[in-house]
Nanobody, 127 residues
């Protein structure tokens, strides 16, 4: 069993930055890869970023490339999403997910393939 808790969301002006954190727990966590998805009001879940923890490969949605950075701290069992140059269209609830490492990297982009989710953290970017 894996438990995930997101934090770090808030209200920020366009052009500003936020860093989201996702703290994981569970005896089998080391066998999972991690990703971030977001859901804007009235819209579907959208892939944001993911990381293969075994080889360090990272993946980003085109809309956030160059602005967001996904990283992890193994010692703290924490995943981060550094968000810079925020835009109003980044406004959403951001969710941290864990996906079993047996899945291929393609699955890191697929919301339904994830096994565990955090409760979400709200990010609001004002224009």
């Amino acid at each position: 069993q894996v438990q995930l808790v997101e934090s770090g969301g808030g209200l920020v002006q366009a052009g500003g930055s936020l860093r989201l954190s996702c703290t994981a727990s569970g005896r089998t966590f080391s066998g999972y890869n991690m990703g971030w998805f977001r859901q804007a009001p009235g819209k579907d879940y959208k892939f944001v970023a993911a990381i293969n923890r075994a080889d360090g490969d990272t993946y980003y949605a085109d809309s956030v490339k160059g602005r967001f950075t996904i990283s992890g701290d193994s010692a703290k069992n924490t995943l981060y999403l550094q968000m810079n140059s925020l835009k109003p269209e980044d406004t959403a609830v951001y969710y941290c997910g864990a996906i079993h490492g047996s899945r291929g990297d393609f699955a890191l982009r697929v919301h339904v393939d994830y096994d565990y989710w955090g409760q979400g953290t709200q990010v609001t970017v004002t224009s």
